[in-house]
């Protein structure tokens, strides 16, 4: 494709998303993630031709390269099962490639590529040095023992180990891959190199990880809610929160909802959502933690000990609130549950999970002026800390909690920031633009100082 100066900004999009969709048949979620950010970026490069004629756009959504492999591990009864393992690598302009591992049975390429495209734009707001990648496995953890997630961790890391490194590229964990997995898949880099570098972030305390990772992502996307608020010209004291999802990112992200006096009402995993009108607390977080993480249990199990509302097969959106944190998975908001927040007097949402929002589902939050925190800003918490676990894995030091605490604070705060300075319109900030054009200005900017490659 030849850059056409004569081009209007429509006819741009339309031609630049043609050929995309054309080059990647069938990955719907790459074509999802790469429209809402083509939206922005190709209306503000418009008059910028050094940023077109470069192509920066085009070779963004050209991942650097994409490594799939076969991972061959048996089964407790003997049997040998064949999974398909990925790593995509995205770009590695502003830093060595960095993004989770996700273990999933839907996990497909296009999954994969959406996730490592948006880990460019979020790893670049965080203003560390980290590009974009992302990795995982259509292996399903659930039922399996801890026998056999060992014995798949390792023979994927036993492919993988050749691809990575704490200066080429350092995995972390997401969906299905929590402290128990990073264990496994640490210990076996470990043993296939001699080496004890860091080369995987989310490690435990006992290894090189850092404090606050665990929580970093949850508390982030509610930090970065607090700015919203706050800009707005009110606060999380008192309002009503829906959460979804029951791992990671929505444990702490209900947490710090507490923490800054708001009710969580519900939480969800993919059985269905319960809703607990009377809100949770330190001690019934305490008992989720203990079923997902030690039992790996069901949500139901909440409804059964605390005698409340158990909703099978569906998601909270319909329950009333003023706030709303998506933290399970993509595409958990459609249209309809926009539809149905907004109805209910929802005023912001804050992305925990990686684009849980339909781009029409967007559209109808900002129609009606529900402050939206798209996920590439909103949950940069997580790999922020990521990064300075690798600081600390680099320098042999740990910081203290407080520490860790205050620069995750100012990293969302920056954030915050940078999204506002670009996403300004009138008296209102279109949080979509704001990150998206700052999480491309710093990529393209070291993009083009390297010429074309
Ligand atoms: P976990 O595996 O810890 O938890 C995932 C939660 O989402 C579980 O409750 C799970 O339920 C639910 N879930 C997963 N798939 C579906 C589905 N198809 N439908 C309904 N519910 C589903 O993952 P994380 O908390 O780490 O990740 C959650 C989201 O946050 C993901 O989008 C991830 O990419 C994103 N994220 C995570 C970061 C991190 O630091 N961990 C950093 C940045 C983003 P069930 O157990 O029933 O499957």
Not at 196 to 214: A, E, H, N, Q
Request: net charge negative; proline share 3%.
């Amino acid at each position: 494709m030849t850059y056409d100066a004569t081009l209007s900004v429509e006819q741009e999009l339309e031609r630049f998303m043609s050929g995309l969709v054309r080059r990647n048949p069938g990955e719907e979620e790459f074509h999802q993630a790469v429209h809402e950010v083509a939206a922005t970026i190709i209306p503000f490069i418009h008059d910028k031709p050094r940023y077109r004629k470069a192509h920066i756009l085009e070779r963004l959504t050209e991942p650097d390269r994409v490594i799939i492999f076969r991972v061959c591990w048996e089964d407790d009864e003997g049997n040998v099962r064949v999974n398909r393992g990925y790593r995509v690598q995205c770009n590695n302009a502003i830093g060595p490639y960095k993004g989770g591992l996700r273990f999933h049975p839907d996990v497909t390429l296009s999954t994969l590529k959406f996730l490592a495209f948006e880990q460019t734009f979020k790893n670049s707001l965080t203003g560390l040095p980290m590009g974009g990648g992302k990795g995982g496995a259509d292996f399903n953890p659930k039922g399996k023992s801890d026998s056999e997630v060992m014995r798949f961790c390792q023979a994927f890391m036993t492919q993988l180990s050749r691809h990575i490194g704490q200066n080429t590229d350092v995995p972390a964990g997401d969906i299905g891959v929590g402290a128990r997995e990073i264990g496994y898949l640490f210990g076996q880099h470990k043993r296939l190199t001699n080496e004890f570098t860091g080369v995987l972030t989310g490690k435990g305390l006992s290894y090189g990880g850092s404090l606050v990772r665990t929580e970093a992502t949850g508390y982030g996307a509610v930090y970065f809610l607090q700015d919203m608020m706050r800009e707005k010209g009110t606060t999380l004291e008192g309002k009503t929160a829906v959460v979804s999802g029951s791992g990671n990112v929505a444990t702490y992200a209900a947490q710090k909802l507490m923490a800054l006096g708001a009710k969580v009402v519900t939480l969800s995993d993919s059985s269905g959502y319960i809703y607990d009108p009377e809100g949770l607390d330190e001690e019934k977080l305490a008992f989720i933690l203990e079923l997902k993480n030690v039992r790996r249990g069901r949500i139901s199990e909440y409804a059964d000990k605390y005698g409340v509302t158990f909703v099978e097969g569906k998601r909270p959106w319909e329950v009333p609130c003023d706030v709303a944190l998506p933290c399970a998975t993509q595409n958990e908001i459609n249209k309809k549950d926009a539809e149905a927040l907004v109805s209910n007097g929802c005023v912001a949402v804050s992305e925990g999970a990686n684009m849980p929002t339909s781009e029409d589902a967007v559209a109808v939050f900002q129609a009606a002026g529900v402050v939206f925190a798209p996920s590439k800003a909103a949950n940069a918490g997580g790999v922020a800390m990521s990064g300075l676990e690798m600081s600390q894995n680099s320098g042999r030091i740990s910081w203290t909690e407080d520490d860790l605490n205050k620069q995750l604070s100012d990293i969302m705060k920056n954030i915050h920031h940078t999204c506002a300075e670009y996403g300004r319109e009138g008296d209102h900030v279109d949080y979509v633009k704001g990150a998206n054009i700052g999480g491309f200005i710093k990529v393209a900017e070291a993009m083009l100082a390297y010429g074309v490659l």
